[in-house]
């Protein structure tokens, strides 16, 4: 069977569109998705940037909301625009929900959670940075006891800070990214492509 490392962040809208593709497309093609939950702040912070560049160049910006509109309705996707400041302002911070992820990767409730929040976020313009609505989230998709806890502990923490080294060592700039034995593939635009590579006898 084929594999893709499939490197996600929740403030990334065109993650969003991967996300709620990927699981069924790995499957016709009979690749294994490994999820690879990171954060693209610090790796923009090494270029120079503050925030996501869809906020620096306006006009790109513009064009990605209308864009992501027309394929969340090609997709059959709820869609709704997230406010440019105030709370739940894009990109929105994914750091808990990320760090939740990884623990319900472990515990087998990860993709399930990790669509609820993109759906939570990108199609009903909900704050995932709230942590009622997260453990709502995390209940729903399966996990059980203190998730709050175990995602705060030190060992997650540094977890999830190796996870964005990996991904910079890896070249990864932006999200979504696919990686089929090494080779990078950036973009939701490139899912397919990926999961042929994949297809195709790369692990």
Partial sequence: ???IDYWFEFGSTYSYLSTMR???LARERGVEVSWQPFLLGPIFAAQGWDTSPFNIYPAKGEYMWADMARQ???????????????PGAFPQNGLLATRMA???FDEGWGDAFTRAVFTAEFGEGRDVADQALLAELASTAGADGDVMARAQTDANK???RGQVERAMA????????FLVSGELYWGNDRLEEALEAAAGGKD
């Fill in 1 to 3: 069977m084929g594999r």
């Fill in 22 to 24: 990927i699981g069924t």
């Fill in 72 to 86: 969340a309705d090609k997709l059959g996707l709820p869609f709704r625009r997230l406010p440019p400041e105030g």
């Fill in 102 to 104: 990884l623990v319900g």
């Fill in 158 to 160: 540094s977890r999830l």
């Fill in 170 to 177: 890896a070249g990864i700039f932006g999200a979504p990214s």
